[in-house]
């Protein structure tokens, strides 16, 4: 049997350009051009088989549609709770999102109950005091949107929380802002001010407030 060469060759959004060797069971290794610009590396068995398709943004891409497809039906689809819903999917589960770096990249994940449907997602913002002035916030900026770890805050607040999830290290710990003031007793506006004026970590969480002259 001749060699196989699949270069030149498209599997659904695959396009192979190259052969860069095989496994230790001989199975030839291609790597791959897919439609949205990603590369990935697989093996002629599964561009064969159809079982590789994409680098993976197909089956993201799928999944989005049906969804969206499920709850187009409810009456939402136009509203900014809505796009609030769809834009958090985007960013956790789709790698050529510009914000998946922040998000997804970091393992950042939508619990399955809202990932599968607007209208869980829409009952827990109901009950929660949503209206189209607020924006979600996740209280643990590292944990996954899930309504153990989401509220709706203002746009300031938001920013003031964001200020208050830098990191500060002291005496060998590191911890946010927010830990940090509910550790030392000072509050976090306080502290993210003496940073922002130069002060170190270990003055801006050892220097108590005197005489109720700092915020």
Same mark, same amino acid.
């Given at each position: 049997?001749?060699?196989?060469?699949?270069?030149?060759?498209?599997?659904?959004?695959?396009?192979?350009?190259?052969?860069?060797?095989?496994?230790?069971?001989?199975?030839?290794?291609?790597?791959?051009?897919?439609?949205?610009?990603?590369?990935?590396?697989?093996?002629?068995?599964?561009?064969?088989? =159809? !079982?590789?398709?994409?680098?993976? +943004?197909?089956?993201?891409?799928?999944?989005?549609?049906?969804?969206? *497809? #499920? @709850?187009?039906?409810?009456?939402?689809?136009?509203?900014?709770?809505?796009?609030?819903?769809?834009?958090?999917?985007?960013?956790?589960?789709?790698?050529?999102?510009?914000?998946?770096?922040?998000?997804?990249?970091?393992?950042?994940?939508?619990?399955?109950?809202?990932?599968?449907?607007?209208?869980?997602?829409?009952?827990?913002?109901?009950?929660?005091?949503?209206?189209?002035?607020?924006?979600?916030?996740?209280?643990?900026?590292? =944990? !996954?949107?899930?309504?153990?770890? +989401?509220?709706?805050?203002?746009?300031?607040?938001?920013?003031?929380? *964001? #200020? @208050?999830?830098?990191?500060?290290?002291?005496?060998?710990?590191?911890?946010?802002?927010?830990?940090?003031?509910?550790?030392?007793?000072?509050?976090?506006?306080?502290?993210?001010?003496?940073?922002?004026?130069?002060?170190?970590?270990?003055?801006?969480?050892?220097?108590?407030?005197?005489?109720?002259?700092?915020?």
């Amino acid at each position: 049997m001749g060699k196989i060469d699949l270069i030149g060759q498209k599997f659904e959004r695959l396009t192979v350009i190259e052969n860069v060797g095989s496994k230790p069971n001989g199975s030839v290794l291609w790597k791959c051009r897919c439609d949205c610009g990603n590369e990935i590396i697989t093996e002629t068995r599964l561009l064969r088989s =159809g !079982n590789t398709k994409s680098c993976g +943004c197909l089956k993201i891409d799928k999944l989005r549609e049906r969804t969206i *497809k #499920r @709850n187009t039906t409810h009456g939402g689809r136009y509203t900014r709770l809505y796009r609030t819903w769809a834009h958090m999917i985007w960013r956790c589960e789709n790698p050529n999102a510009d914000a998946y770096p922040l998000y997804g990249g970091r393992g950042i994940k939508v619990c399955d109950a809202w990932k599968n449907s607007f209208e869980s997602f829409r009952d827990w913002a109901e009950s929660s005091g949503y209206n189209d002035s607020l924006s979600i916030d996740r209280i643990d900026p590292d =944990g !996954n949107y899930e309504p153990a770890n +989401c509220r709706w805050v203002t746009m300031e607040e938001q920013q003031i929380n *964001k #200020r @208050n999830n830098h990191y500060l290290t002291f005496r060998g710990k590191k911890k946010t802002i927010s830990e940090w003031s509910r550790e030392t007793g000072i509050k976090s506006a306080t502290i993210q001010r003496r940073i922002s004026h130069g002060w170190t970590a270990e003055k801006a969480l050892t220097t108590q407030v005197k005489g109720g002259n700092e915020v």
